[in-house]
Each structure stands twice: as C-alpha cells, then as structure tokens.
C-alpha cells in the first residue's frame, strides 16, 4: 500500500483543517488506518486510528472531542478532521497503515507510511 497525506497548510488558532490520506492498492479496505504527528524535536506522536471497516476509532485524550477520523473505503481514503486548532498542534501529520484488529498506538504496528503533511498552527 502507497499512501500520500495532503491537506496540510498554515492555519491561525481555533480554525479547522481536515488533512486527506489517498492510498494506492486494492487492500486499502483491510488495514487498520493511522494518524500520527511529529513535531519538531519532539518525538512521532500517535493522533488516533480507524478500523478497517470503518467502524470504530480510538483518541488519545489529548486529541478526544477535537480531532476526528474518517474513511472512504470506495475511494481509499481516510481523513483527519481537525478543529479548534491550537499553535502546539504545529506539526508534520503522517497517516499509516496497520494489521486489521485492535487499533493500535505504537508506530511499530504499522507497516506503511505517508510521506507526511505539515500543519502550522499561528497564534
């Protein structure tokens, strides 16, 4: 599975912004889908994670209420919806694909990589 992330950009604090995952192969429907996020100096950060159906997902608490994941399995695509932004949300967003089952936290689950979108958040 190839995956490109887009939608990134500079936004002002207390916006929204939905970042797009377009996945290339025919199996897209059968991997776990994840967000994470690294900012600079900081370590890659997990955001949350959509089952392969669809289904269910999971937030840190962190991101609960304000960041919410979607999926199109017709257009193998998954989304990141991001509102209320705040300047420590500046970060390069990255979506990846994990094994069906259990979402998840550990990028080590997860066996293919966007090539990341950068998301600056101004104050």
């Known amino acids: 599975v190839q995956l490109q992330a887009s939608g990134g950009g500079l936004v002002q604090a207390g916006s929204s912004l939905r970042l797009s995952c377009a996945a290339s192969?025919?199996?897209?429907?059968?991997?776990?889908m994840g967000w994470f996020r690294q900012a600079r100096g900081k370590e890659r950060e997990f955001v949350g994670g959509i089952t392969w159906s669809g289904t269910s997902a999971y937030y840190p608490d962190l991101m609960k209420g304000r960041f919410t994941i979607s999926r199109d399995n017709a257009k193998n695509t998954v989304y990141l919806q991001m509102n209320s932004l705040k300047p420590e949300d500046t970060a390069v967003y990255y979506c990846?694909?994990?094994?069906?089952?259990?979402?998840?936290?550990?990028?080590?689950?997860?066996?293919?990589w966007g090539q990341g979108t950068l998301v600056t958040v101004s104050s």
């Open positions: 192969g025919r199996t897209f429907s059968t991997y776990n």
């Open positions: 990846a694909a994990g094994r069906a089952g259990m979402i998840t936290t550990s990028s080590r689950a997860y066996d293919f």
